[in-house]
Each structure stands twice: as structure tokens, then as C-alpha cells.
């Protein structure tokens, strides 16, 4: 299981923290990702994080998104600067490439003044 936690309203250019619990085997040796959908609009890639540390990014959240993860904790974490409009979606977490039975419910995060 994957649960994603830590969303909300802020304004435009505030900050969030996204956390994702997990209850998987082997935490540490996991590809995993964020991704985040707007409604009627297919679900996207945001951010991922390799087994090793290595990380890659969508090019509209780059150089503002920064994925992280602490093994000892099995949590995943999305640090948000920068927010703007357009970043406000459903975000998830899930493995790279994504599970289907692991897209769990999400967390809202909204950008608006």
C-alpha cells in the first residue's frame, strides 16, 4: 500500500511537503514515483526517484519539485517551491513504472489565491 499525505491550499509561489507511506517489501530497492491528475484530464508524471537515488522530473516542475525518500522510514517525499495554478492536481504515489492496484486515493494539493 501507498497512501500519499501532506496536501492542501496554498497560494502562489508557497511551499508543501507531500508524504507517501509505504507498506511494500523491500522499500529501499523501489523505483517510485509522483504523479498527479486534473480532473478529465489523464493522470501525469511528475517526479521519480531510482532504487540509488537518482532522480528525474518533469520538465513544468523542475528546478521547483524535489523527490526524496528515506529508506529507514519506507516513506516518500515531493518537496513543492514555487507552487503555481497550474500545479493544483490529485497527486499520487506509486512505483515507477506505476502498479494499478497501488494508485491509492491521493492528496489534494490547490494553488490559488
Known amino acids: 500500500q501507498l497512501q500519499a499525505s501532506g496536501g492542501g491550499l496554498v497560494h502562489p509561489g508557497g511551499s508543501l511537503r507531500l508524504s507517501c507511506a509505504a507498506s511494500i517489501s523491500r522499500f529501499r530497492f523501489q523505483h517510485l514515483g509522483w504523479y498527479r491528475q486534473v480532473p478529465g484530464k489523464q493522470r501525469e508524471f511528475v517526479a521519480r526517484?531510482?532504487?540509488?537515488?537518482?532522480?528525474d522530473y518533469a520538465g513544468s516542475v523542475k528546478g521547483r519539485f524535489t523527490i526524496s525518500r528515506d529508506n529507514d522510514k519506507n516513506t516518500l517525499y515531493l518537496q513543492m517551491n514555487s507552487l503555481k495554478p497550474e500545479d493544483t492536481a490529485l497527486y499520487y504515489c506509486?512505483?515507477?513504472?506505476?502498479?494499478?492496484?497501488?494508485w491509492g486515493q491521493g492528496t489534494q494539493v490547490t494553488v490559488s489565491s
Open positions: 506509486n512505483f515507477v513504472p506505476s502498479r494499478t492496484d497501488y
Open positions: 526517484i531510482t532504487a540509488l537515488g537518482g532522480t
